[in-house]
C-alpha cells in the first residue's frame, strides 16, 4: 500500500500564495504518473496539474502560468506551489499518484487538504 499526506493548506488572501506538500510512503522510483486534483463544492473533481512518467507536465487551463507542479525524490514528496490565488481556486486539493513496480496497475489518493481563497 503506498500513502499519501498533503500539507500546507489553508486560509489566504485572493493574489496570494500556498505550497502544498505530498509525502509518499514510497520511494518515488515506486511511482508512474503523478498529479494534483481539486474539487469544489458541487462540482466533480479535476486535474489541476499533472507530471507523467517521462516527466512532461500539464495543468489545466485555469491555472497555466500560476501554479506549478514539482517533484523532490530525494524527500519522497510532491509539490504544488500555487502563485496569485484567487476565489475560485478554493477547493479540496488531493494529491495522486500511479504506481510502478510492485505497485503497478494501482491508483493512490491522499485524504485531501483545504484550501480557502478569501479576503
Known amino acids: 500500500q503506498v500513502q499519501l499526506v498533503e500539507s500546507g493548506g489553508g486560509l489566504v488572501q485572493p493574489g496570494g500564495s500556498l505550497r502544498l506538500s505530498c509525502v509518499v510512503s514510497?520511494?518515488?522510483?515506486?511511482?508512474?504518473?503523478m498529479g494534483w486534483y481539486r474539487q469544489a463544492p458541487g462540482n466533480q473533481r479535476e486535474l489541476v496539474a499533472h507530471?507523467?512518467?517521462?516527466?512532461?507536465?500539464t495543468y489545466a487551463e485555469s491555472v497555466k502560468e500560476r501554479f506549478t507542479i514539482s517533484r523532490d525524490d530525494a524527500k519522497n514528496t510532491i509539490y504544488l506551489q500555487m502563485d496569485s490565488l484567487k476565489s475560485e481556486d478554493t477547493a479540496v486539493y488531493y494529491c495522486?499518484?500511479?504506481?510502478?513496480?510492485?505497485?503497478?496497475?494501482?491508483?493512490?489518493w491522499g485524504q485531501g487538504i483545504e484550501v480557502t481563497v478569501s479576503s
Open positions: 507530471i507523467a512518467v517521462n516527466g512532461l507536465t
Open positions: 495522486s499518484v500511479d504506481g510502478a513496480r510492485r505497485f503497478r496497475g494501482r491508483t493512490f
Open positions: 514510497v520511494g518515488l522510483i515506486n511511482i508512474n504518473a
